[in-house]
Structure formats: C-alpha cells, structure tokens
C-alpha cells in the first residue's frame, strides 16, 4: 500500500543551494518532508545534494536551477573563514554568486527566493551601552567585518530581485560545548531544526516578503534590557527559576550580564514561526542522555 507521502503530489521543486552543509542539510531535510521536491547543490557530496558542483559555474546554476519554483540560498562563506579567506573571495562567493544566481533563476522562471543571512550583519550595534540590544529587523546594521559586508550586500540584492523574496538572518546554531550552548540559547542563539521549521513556513507563506530574526525562544521581554546589563542573573531567576536551578545543578555558569537578545516577533507574526528548541529543550534531551 502506497503512503501519503507517496499519493500526493510535491508541492513544487525547490533548489537548496549549500545543502551539504549544516543549515543547508537541515533546511534540505524539513522541505523534503513538507512535500517539496527538494534539489540540493553544493560543492560536497552529501545526502541532499543532486548537483555537485561550484555555483560560480554558470552550467552548475543551470543545471540547479532547471524547472524550480522556489530557491533556497544557504550557501556561502562564513564567518569563521575571516581572516582565513581573501576578501575578494567573500565578494566572489557571497556577493557576486548571489547575484547570478538570482539572474538565472529569475530567467528560468522561479517564483520565489529565501535567502539564508545573519544576525552577525548587525555588527557593531550589537555592542551594549547601558543596557542590552534588543535586537529586531529596526535596529541598523553596522557591518564589522568582509562577512557582515558581503551578506548585507546579498541581502540587499535579494531585495531588489524580480521574483518574491524573503530574508532570514538565522541567529548563532553551530555545535558547541554544552555549558557555552546553553548560555547562548538564552538570549542569542537557535536550534538548526529550528531554523529549518522557520525555512519551511517562508517558502509555503508565497506572499510574506521582507527580511526577519529567526532566534530563541527566549525568556525576556524588551523592558528587561536595562536589568539584563546590571545583573542578567536576577533577571533569570524571576523569569526562569528552574533554568537557573538547572545550570547550577551541572556546574554550568549563570550569565551576569547579556549584550543582547534576539527578538523574532516580527517573522512570528509575518509567518508563524514558533521556535520550540530552546534552553529547556536542551536541559530535557541532556538530563535524558541525549546529545544537544
């Protein structure tokens, strides 16, 4: 007997560009299980990945690109390559890909792009005063570094595109070590399937357009800033007290002070994005013996 999945139909062919890699896997895999015929390109081998190849290859964009309705961008260089990579190499493959790519897929008639940013583009604003940055998509960004700049630039060629468009600027989801994870998915940092949900609802939302935080859930509300900078611990315990029960338990640090937190009302709103990984999803899945 054939499966639901089996009896309909997809719900049109996207492309995921970077899709060997951890955001790009992961986005790859939601799409694919919301019903999309999912196209994976990407300079690695890896489970989603169809097309292997560099997209700075006008034939490999083509050949990604063939009969797809929706592009997902999550490929570029990132902020560990800083430093390690020559700033031209940044425009190259961060900005001047962005925008063939866009080109190509425009002429080959795509109806819809989700680009993959970064709540690094921030930058400099990111630096408190005398209180947290409540970060959301009205705070300026001040780009630091060849890796702010160049996906600013993405983000604002995406903007100007042809074809509907919508830009995430995904907050920190890389691997790290449990007690740094946990401090960060307080107030800065998201889960990847997390990410990969808030990728499924922008592709299927066709007329939300715009640019958005995907973060959290975190525990704090705008009024708390000034607080969070004074003692961030205080803050903690009237809004998370079994959190804070819990870091101690593990010998893991209460933070005294935050910088910032990410506010990602505005794509709830736009979208429906509800993360559910968040710091007490963590302390489960390790308290189980789980691995974050």
Request: proline residues 5%; contains cysteine; glycine residues 8%.
């Amino acid at each position: 007997m054939s499966t639901e999945r089996e009896r309909r139909a997809p719900a049109g062919v996207v492309v995921v560009t970077g899709s060997s890699g951890r955001v790009g896997s992961a986005l790859a895999a939601a799409l694919d299980a919301a019903g999309w015929a999912v196209r994976g390109v990407d300079r690695t081998p890896g489970r989603w990945t169809g097309v292997v190849g560099d997209l700075r290859d006008r034939p490999v964009r083509l050949a990604a690109l063939r009969s797809a309705d929706i592009v997902v961008h999550a490929a570029a260089l990132h902020a560990p390559h800083v430093g390690r990579v020559a700033d031209a190499e940044f425009r190259a493959v961060n900005v001047d890909v962005t925008a063939e790519l866009l080109d190509d897929a425009t002429r080959l008639g795509a109806r819809r792009v989700l680009y993959i940013s970064s709540t690094s583009v921030y930058g400099h604003a990111l630096v408190p005063n005398d209180r947290a940055v409540w970060v959301n998509e009205q705070l300026t960004p001040l780009p630091r570094d060849i890796y702010d700049e160049t996906k600013l630039a993405a983000e604002a060629l995406v903007a100007a595109c042809a074809v509907s468009s919508v830009t995430l600027r995904i907050a920190r989801c890389f691997p790290e070590p449990l007690p740094v994870l946990a401090g960060h998915l307080l107030h800065r940092a998201v889960d990847v399937a997390d990410v990969a949900a808030a990728g499924v609802l922008a592709a299927a939302h066709a007329t939300v357009t715009g640019t958005f935080n995907i973060s959290g859930p975190h525990p704090f509300r705008r009024e708390d800033c000034l607080a969070l900078h004074r003692d961030a611990g205080a803050v903690l315990a009237d809004r998370v007290p079994d959190v804070v029960a819990a870091f101690r338990d593990r010998g893991w640090p209460v933070p005294g002070r935050l910088d910032r937190v990410y506010d990602s009302t505005a794509a709830a709103h736009a979208f429906g994005y509800r993360p559910v990984r968040g710091i007490r999803r963590l302390l489960r899945d390790t308290a189980d013996g789980r691995s974050a």
